[in-house]
């Protein structure tokens, strides 16, 4: 079984910046991909930023060139540094990562999700 726990979420001005950590433990034999997703009430599940084992990154239009996803594999955590921050960027914030607990076996996994709230 394998844990995701998230941090770094609060209340911000526009402008400001957060930085959200997801750090992955439990019987983990590789991690391929990893990422962040968020929601707001009655809306779906959206993907905010996603990076490869291989580094490569791809975000949604509406946060690139705010937002930076980044890992640390040696921690088995994911990072994303959101600047510039809009009120439209209020949502929970999810982690997602993909990878395996055996050679034959894979994992998907969700964090507990944290509230990022943008407002004067």
């Known amino acids: 079984q394998v844990q995701l726990v998230e941090s770094g979420g609060g209340l911000v001005q526009p402008g400001g910046s957060l930085r959200l950590s997801c750090a992955a433990s439990g019987s983990i034999f590789s991690i391929n991909a990893m990422g962040w997703y968020r929601q707001t009430p009655g809306q779906q599940r959206e993907l905010v930023a996603h990076i490869t084992s291989g580094g490569t990154t791809n975000y949604a239009a509406s946060v690139k060139g705010r937002f930076t996803i980044s890992r640390d594999n040696a921690k088995n955590a994911v990072y994303l540094q959101m600047n510039n921050l809009k009120p439209e960027d209020t949502a929970v914030y999810y982690c997602?990562?993909?990878?395996?607990?055996?050679?034959?076996?894979?994992?998907?996994?969700w964090g507990q999700g944290t509230q990022v709230t943008v407002s004067s």
């Open positions: 997602n990562v993909r990878g395996a607990i055996s050679i034959n076996s894979d994992f998907v996994s």
